[in-house]
């Protein structure tokens, strides 16, 4: 079984959200897109940004993202990618979460063996409503 994890799963453990996924050591290597981490970096300058984050905060977070993202097995962007993520998708999808499913799709495993592990209901729903199992 393989595992897709988009950014709302990391973002989440590493603010320590509510609900958020603490263990998932059983997923490892877990698979993302190269996206992922230009959306994580860019949620962590935004904080500081707004003063959220003090220099030594912004500092130790965007370590914690880089170090939690060696772990994942990294999709490079592609063309294909792009031009899936254009397709129509089953439900409303914004055009970042629609790259997330245009690569699990274009992963070349059938939807039984890979699982979606989302914050995001769109892109769960989305999921699901292609075949694959979401957490």
Do not use: C
């Amino acid at each position: 079984m393989r595992v897709y994890m988009d950014t709302s799963v990391v973002m989440g453990r590493v603010l320590g959200e509510p609900g958020a996924i603490d263990d998932w050591s059983e997923w490892e290597p877990a698979i993302s897109i190269e996206l992922i981490r230009v959306e994580l970096h860019r949620v962590v300058d935004r904080l500081r940004l707004r003063d959220r984050l003090t220099n030594l905060e912004f500092s130790d977070l965007r370590s914690s993202v880089q170090k939690m993202i060696r772990g994942f097995e990294i999709v490079p962007l592609s063309r294909a990618v792009l031009t899936r993520a254009g397709d129509p998708f089953p439900t409303v999808l914004g055009t970042l979460d629609a790259i997330h499913l245009a690569t699990v799709e274009l992963l070349g495993e059938a939807p039984q063996l890979v699982t979606v592990v989302t914050r995001d209901e769109r892109v769960a729903r989305n999921a699901r409503a292609l075949g694959y199992a979401v957490v």
